[in-house]
Nanobody, 126 residues
Framework: QVQVVESGGGLVQAGGSLRLSCTASGRTGSRYAMGWFRQAPGKEREFVAAISWVGGRTKFADSVKGRFTISRDNAKNTGYLQMNSLKPEDTAVYYC???????????????????WGQGTQVTVSS
């Protein structure tokens, strides 16, 4: 059973930064890609960013390009989403998910990922 846990959310003013963490346990020996999605109130869950197993491939939604970066430390089974220059429209619950196929190109659709965390709330005040 794979367990994914996000952390690092919180309340921040516009222009500020947050770093989210995602720890995936139970995938020993599996080379998986990791994706971040978000869901704002009343909106559908949307793709934010993804990173391949060794981190050489990344993909970002247009709305966060140049502001967000994604990284991972496989020794810790942990991925990170660094969010800079945050805007009120970035307010959402952020979810982490894993792609056990480490697909190329990186997936951007919800159904292409399997294990999901419970999410962490990010609120950006204006």
């Amino acid at each position: 059973q794979v367990q994914v846990v996000e952390s690092g959310g919180g309340l921040v003013q516009a222009g500020g930064s947050l770093r989210l963490s995602c720890t995936a346990s139970g995938r020993t020996g599996s080379r998986y890609a990791m994706g971040w999605f978000r869901q704002a109130p009343g909106k559908e869950r949307e793709f934010v960013a993804a990173i391949s197993w060794v981190g050489g491939r990344t993909k970002f939604a247009d709305s966060v390009k140049g502001r967000f970066t994604i990284s991972r430390d496989n020794a810790k089974n942990t991925g990170y989403l660094q969010m800079n220059s945050l805007k009120p429209e970035d307010t959402a619950v952020y979810y982490c998910a894993s792609d056990p196929n480490n697909s190329n190109p990186l997936y951007t659709k919800l159904w292409q990922y399997d294990s999901w965390g419970q999410g962490t709330q990010v609120t950006v005040s204006s």
